[in-house]
Nanobody, 121 residues
Framework: QVQFVESGGGLVQPGGSLRLSCTASGNVFRLYTMGWYRQSPGKERKLVAH????????VYADSVKGRFTISRDSAQKTMYLQMNSLKPEDTGVYYC??????????????WGQGTQVIVSS
């Protein structure tokens, strides 16, 4: 079973930036389409960005398009989410996982603990 560890979250003012990291215990980044998910307070977990196994194709939710950038370093078994121009609505716990079905939110592996992002003045 692959385990994920997310890090890099914190408290940031609106307009600020953060870079999240996701490390995996297995070599999943080259095998699966990987995604970053966000669970905002009182809401369901949602996919905000994903990257193909080849690393060439990226897709973003409309709410983060133009502000977030997903990338990965397969050699380091790490995936990143660069978040710029942060808004209060970006607040939530961010998770990474391998996508089984984007529409349904189905993933292949157990969730990690996530990393908390709070955007507030």
């Amino acid at each position: 079973q692959v385990q994920f560890v997310e890090s890099g979250g914190g408290l940031v003012q609106p307009g600020g930036s953060l870079r999240l990291s996701c490390t995996a215990s297995g070599n999943v980044f080259r095998l699966y389409t990987m995604g970053w998910y966000r669970q905002s307070p009182g809401k369901e977990r949602k996919l905000v960005a994903h990257i193909s196994s080849g690393g060439t194709n990226t897709v973003y939710a409309d709410s983060v398009k133009g502000r977030f950038t997903i990338s990965r370093d397969s050699a380091q078994k790490t995936m990143y989410l660069q978040m710029n121009s942060l808004k209060p609505e970006d607040t939530g716990v961010y998770y990474c996982n391998a996508i089984r079905a984007a529409q349904s939110g189905a993933v292949f592996f157990n969730w990690g603990q996530g990393t908390q992002v709070i955007v507030s003045s």
